[in-house]
């Protein structure tokens, strides 16, 4: 079983940029994509962002589109998520998660995904 931990959330002023990590314990994520949801107060978790397995392949929401960039180093079972001109409405619980099942290209419905970190909290004032 793997698991997940997220880190590097924060407050930040709206314009701003973090940068999240999601660190992979227990097993190697090498095969699966992996994946960034987040879940603001009040709202359903929505996706982020994913990547496939090998790294050459990402998929955004529209809303973070040009804005927050998804990468790997499967050799430091490590996920990121690079996120810039920070706006208030992406406030929110962050959760890393990896796919369920192997070799595929990147994936945005939770059911795809087996396994999710605790989250961190990145809060953008504005």
């Known amino acids: 079983q793997v698991q997940l931990v997220e880190s590097g959330g924060g407050l930040v002023q709206a314009g701003g940029s973090l940068r999240l990590s999601c660190a992979a314990s227990?097993?190697?994520?090498?095969?699966?994509?992996m994946g960034w949801f987040r879940q603001a107060p009040g709202k359903e978790r929505d996706f982020v962002a994913s990547?496939?397995?090998?790294?050459?392949?990402?998929y955004y929401a529209d809303s973070v589109k040009g804005r927050f960039t998804i990468s790997r180093e499967n050799a430091k079972n490590m996920v990121y998520l690079q996120m810039n001109s920070l706006k208030s409405e992406d406030t929110a619980v962050y959760y890393c998660?990896?796919?369920?099942?192997?070799?595929?290209?990147?994936?945005?419905?939770?059911?795809?995904?087996?396994?999710w970190g605790q989250g961190t909290q990145v809060t953008v004032s504005s």
């Open positions: 998660a990896v796919a369920a099942k192997t070799w595929s290209g990147p994936l945005s419905r939770e059911a795809d995904f087996a396994s």
């Open positions: 990547i496939n397995w090998s790294g050459g392949s990402t």
């Open positions: 227990g097993r190697t994520v090498y095969g699966y994509a």
